[in-house]
């Protein structure tokens, strides 16, 4: 079976690249005008910009080298951890999903909606490289945490709390 490397480096870096390409060779191509399409692109726009900060904020906290589960040196179920196993990949999802959007492309956005079975391969094979790396640990956190979408009322707690925290 492929390992997550190969398939993380397929699907976020080529699958953002041709989302990207293909976008912007296709820009104006879904069927709204007007109001709607402003609309439409600027939902995109706030889309893109939110998850390209939360990602980018999300892999600052890797060490340099994340390949393997080894090479993090603890196993995150922390911050945006405790709300889905995998938020970095969710903000990606969200990053090729919105590029279309902002750019009104159909073709683009077909193409981003269709990267999601990779992306759900790709969480597959990361689960079975964690969990055979920490066991029992990652098995408990599975049982706890959704894998990529986190649960509202989670969400909604988890904010109370960090509001209440920081005050």
Same mark, same amino acid.
């Given at each position: 079976?492929?390992?997550?490397?190969?398939? #993380?480096?397929?699907?976020?870096?080529?699958? *953002?690249?041709?989302?990207? =390409?293909?976008?912007?060779?296709?820009?104006?191509?879904?069927? &709204?005008?007007?109001?709607?399409?402003?609309?439409? $692109?600027?939902?995109?726009?706030?889309?893109?910009? &939110?998850?390209?900060?939360?990602? =980018?904020?999300?892999? #600052? $906290? +890797?060490?340099?080298?994340?390949?393997?589960?080894?090479? *993090?040196?603890?196993?995150?179920?922390?911050?945006?951890?405790?709300?889905?196993?995998?938020?970095?990949?969710?903000?990606?999802?969200? &990053?090729?999903?919105? /590029?279309?959007?902002?750019?009104? $492309?159909?073709?683009?956005? &077909?193409?981003?909606? $269709?990267?999601?079975?990779?992306?759900?391969?790709?969480?597959? /094979?990361?689960?079975?490289?964690?969990?055979? +790396?920490?066991?029992?640990? +990652?098995?408990? +956190?599975?049982?706890?945490?959704?894998?990529?979408?986190?649960?509202?009322? #989670?969400? /909604?707690?988890?904010?109370?709390?960090?509001?209440?925290?920081?005050?």
């Amino acid at each position: 079976m492929a390992s997550s490397v190969r398939v #993380r480096r397929l699907v976020a870096g080529l699958g *953002t690249a041709l989302v990207i =390409a293909l976008s912007f060779s296709t820009t104006g191509t879904l069927p &709204v005008s007007g109001l709607p399409g402003l609309i439409i $692109s600027a939902i995109g726009s706030v889309t893109l910009y &939110v998850s390209v900060a939360l990602g =980018a904020a999300i892999h #600052r $906290s +890797y060490p340099d080298r994340h390949d393997e589960p080894r090479d *993090t040196g603890r196993l995150f179920t922390e911050g945006p951890y405790e709300l889905c196993r995998h938020p970095f990949y969710l903000f990606m999802i969200l &990053v090729q999903l919105s /590029i279309p959007l902002v750019l009104v $492309s159909a073709p683009g956005l &077909v193409l981003a909606a $269709s990267l999601l079975p990779a992306w759900l391969l790709l969480v597959r /094979i990361e689960e079975r490289e964690l969990l055979e +790396y920490w066991g029992e640990a +990652y098995r408990e +956190y599975m049982r706890r945490t959704p894998a990529l979408i986190p649960d509202i009322r #989670r969400l /909604i707690g988890w904010s109370k709390v960090k509001k209440h925290a920081s005050l």
